[in-house]
């Protein structure tokens, strides 16, 4: 006999939201609460900010203690920062409380070097409680990572790995594309940049990590450059309806490149700007032999990266205690068809 996975959401921003609209979906979970601190939200029914047909009675609550309740939680799903200092004190309440921990928290996805003390302390909470932690999406988590590490199976020798991810960020939700700057002048851009009121994107340093710590290899210097704009070549209108004058910022790049002996071993490339243009997702290695793979098109990140927590639940039920990250989970892939096997 098999039952369904007990899931609680933590965060109904946009990207909670997606991954809420999924659970609901499936028919091996079993949402059970959601949380959110937003008081426009809290005490609402959930169905009513969710565009789903769904028969769900769930109440928003404030936190997470009052979702508990004398049925076992399998899994917390937190999407509410990338910091990794924030989301900390809600990932530890619920390891306390005996459950596994997803997030699409950017510096969870390899957070060993730098933040060494609290790595330690969540992975000994995990331990203690017999449950996992991990940080996932399509990127970091997939595209830039995970999938650069299982191309290199393969390979007798590598000498250099290359990924690049260039999307079109029209199509993304809007607080993305605030991220990246979209619709601010060059200036603008880089005061919001100084003063991290505009981050670009995160994770391209622990995406390095992972792929060095996943491979053994060793590097002498790693350089995460700052994001540098991209100017649109004419007037539009985001999806969001803000005109964006020519010469202002439609988007950014940001690259990161790991180096021993003065040579580049590890090159991560993201561009993400609104405009007609081609995206795709590619991996390069040279070595033996060489590997080129390029996802035509690219993968969409908030679709993916909705998919790629809701098909970890199952696999996080059978990965050892402790802070782990995508190399260390049993193979990820579609899990809708898998149940949770009764005791």
Request: charged content about 25%; glycine content about 6%; proline content about 5%.
């Amino acid at each position: 006999m098999s039952k369904k996975f007990n899931v609680i959401q933590v965060g109904l921003g946009p990207m909670g939201k997606l991954i809420t609209n999924l659970l609901l979906k499936r028919k091996n979970i079993n949402l059970i609460g959601a949380v959110d601190i937003n008081p426009q939200l809290v005490g609402k029914h959930l169905i009513e900010v969710l565009d789903v047909d769904d028969k769900s009675e769930i109440v928003i609550q404030s936190n997470l203690e009052s979702v508990f309740s004398q049925e076992k939680v399998d899994v917390v799903i937190i999407a509410t920062s990338s910091s990794l200092e924030k989301v900390a004190p809600t990932i530890k309440q619920a390891v306390k409380s005996g459950s596994n921990v997803i997030s699409i928290c950017e510096e969870l996805s390899y957070p060993f070097q730098n933040y060494p003390i609290l790595s330690k302390e969540l992975d000994q909470i995990a331990k203690t409680h017999n449950v996992s932690i991990v940080g996932t999406g399509i990127n970091p988590g997939y595209l830039m990572d995970l999938l650069p590490i299982a191309i290199t199976a393969p390979c007798q020798e590598i000498k250099l790995i290359k990924v690049t991810r260039m999307m079109n960020s029209a199509k993304r939700r809007e607080p993305f594309q605030r991220k990246i700057g979209t619709g601010l002048t060059i200036e603008e851009f880089h005061q919001k940049l100084s003063q991290k009121e505009i981050t670009g994107h995160v994770g391209l340093t622990q995406s390095i990590q992972m792929i060095v710590a996943a491979l053994g290899l060793e590097y002498d210097e790693l350089i995460e450059f700052p994001p540098k704009e991209v100017i649109t070549e004419k007037e539009f209108t985001t999806s969001y309806d803000e005109q964006v004058k020519k010469g202002y910022v439609c988007g950014l790049q940001s690259k990161a490149v790991a180096k021993n002996k003065g040579k580049d071993i590890i090159f991560l490339d993201f561009i993400a700007y609104a405009g007609k243009h081609e995206e795709f997702d590619s991996i390069e290695i040279e070595g033996i032999p060489n590997i080129h793979q390029k996802i035509i098109g690219g993968v969409h990140g908030d679709i993916g990266t909705a998919a790629m927590v809701v098909n970890l639940i199952p696999k996080i039920m059978h990965a050892k205690p402790g802070l782990l990250t995508m190399k260390d989970l049993p193979v990820p892939c579609y899990t809708k068809n898998l149940w949770k096997n009764s005791d």
